[in-house]
């Protein structure tokens, strides 16, 4: 997540009248804190487009998309001064981020963008546009496979213009996009700001407590993932410990309904990823036992082939038959690494496929259910 750059500036102006008839003196103005954002501002339009193309999958399919603007607004976008001029006296409780955060995304000139980008989402995605929530899905999934930028940039966020047209962010300018595109099709989203880990996701309603008791399920842009599922763990190994800092953005009114699915999936493979590792442990040991019994096995063996050579069938015989229940042993032990290891695999293949199609949701709850008739 990329630097607030802000700029501080002390308003100070005094200017009062006498009042004879009561004999007191009034401020005309009250100087309070106000502040100046970024904005993208006007641009020649000259008929130069800025096309961005990706690919990536979304449930059963490849989807393809190109979003064309005008380069004279991209252009103006990435040229824009990406710092808030902060006027008179702040309070150390006053808040001017919610206010520098959605002047990029609720710019005037992003709406051409948004409104293009949709477009060409819903000509991509078309046997999902019916339905809210797998509209939702596409949505976030376009965003979140988008590349992640996590190179130091002290320009600030970018604005969603910028996030299109280059298909790289980090979790700020990723999420601003994605809440923008999300507002504009009618949900009911927000910004979820964590300063101290200075991390941004985006929130989207739903009718239960959601993420923390905002109301809003959590929804990571930085790498494709389920809706409703929270960031737990970064690559880096950063947890979530900040607090929750929520920008309400737009008013639309939709939500997400398939949180109960998705929270089935992630315990699911949660469960499958524990069991896997506790299969792994007791395999080693079942292979380290059956290494010793495959050891004693051969040396009775090489006992047996000695007895018979030499003629001594009394003790001959008597140790074939010690040999053939320790061979039993061994072939039981057998069984149950295999069945194990069957176990362990079957686990092991659930927790990747679902760790490789967060993309689809539908096919993973198909998977769930197969995996359960399969280990039960």
């Known amino acids: 997540m990329k630097q607030v750059h802000w700029q ?3 308003a100070i102006a005094i200017l009062g009248i006498s009042v004879s008839a009561c004999g007191c003196t009034t401020s005309l103005f009250n100087f309070g804190p106000s502040a100046e954002y970024p904005g993208v501002g006007s641009y020649e339009d000259d008929g130069r487009l800025a096309t961005s193309s990706l690919a990536f999958p979304f449930q059963e399919s490849s989807v393809s998309v190109s979003v064309i603007v005008p380069q004279g607004l991209y252009e103006a976008a990435a040229d824009a001064d990406k710092r808030a001029v902060l006027l008179g006296e702040w309070g150390d409780d006053d808040d001017w981020t919610t206010g520098y955060y959605l002047s990029f995304l609720t710019d005037p000139e992003m709406e051409q963008v948004y409104s293009s980008t949709a477009e ?10 019916g339905d809210s929530d797998e509209y939702l899905e596409l949505l976030a999934v376009y965003v979140q496979s988008l590349a992640y930028d996590t190179r ?16 790289v962010g980090d979790c700020d300018d990723k999420s601003i996009l994605l809440a923008g595109l999300l507002s504009q099709e009618g949900y009911n989203v927000s910004l979820f700001f964590f300063p101290d880990d200075s991390h941004m996701a985006v929130g989207i309603a739903s009718d239960e407590p959601g993420y923390r008791d905002s109301g809003y399920l959590f929804v990571e842009t930085t790498n494709v993932s389920l809706i409703g599922i929270p960031t737990v763990k970064f690559e880096n190994g950063v947890t979530l410990t900040s607090d929750l800092f929520v920008i309400p953005v737009g008013n639309g009114t939709m939500g997400y309904g398939k949180a109960n699915e998705t929270r089935r999936i992630d315990r699911a493979a949660a469960k499958a990823r524990a069991r896997a590792e506790e299969e792994k442990a007791s395999l080693v040991v079942m292979e380290e036992n059956l290494d010793v ?6 040396e009775e063996n090489g006992l047996l082939s000695h007895l018979k050579s030499t003629g001594d069938i009394g003790r001959y015989n008597a140790a074939v038959s010690d040999y053939n229940g320790h061979v039993a042993e061994y072939n039981e032990v057998l069984e149950e690494f295999r069945t194990c290891y069957g176990t362990y695999l079957t686990d092991v293949e659930f927790t990747n496929y679902v760790a490789t199609h967060l993309y689809d949701r539908p096919g993973l709850s198909e998977a769930v259910t197969a995996w359960e008739h399969g280990v039960t």
């Open 293 to 298: 019994m495959k050891r004693a096995l051969d």
């Open 120 to 129: 060409a989402l819903r000509g991509a995605g078309s046997d999902t546009t």
């Open 152 to 167: 130091p940039d002290e320009t600030g966020p970018k604005f969603p213009v910028e996030t299109v047209i280059e298909t």
């Open 8 to 10: 501080y500036l002390l």
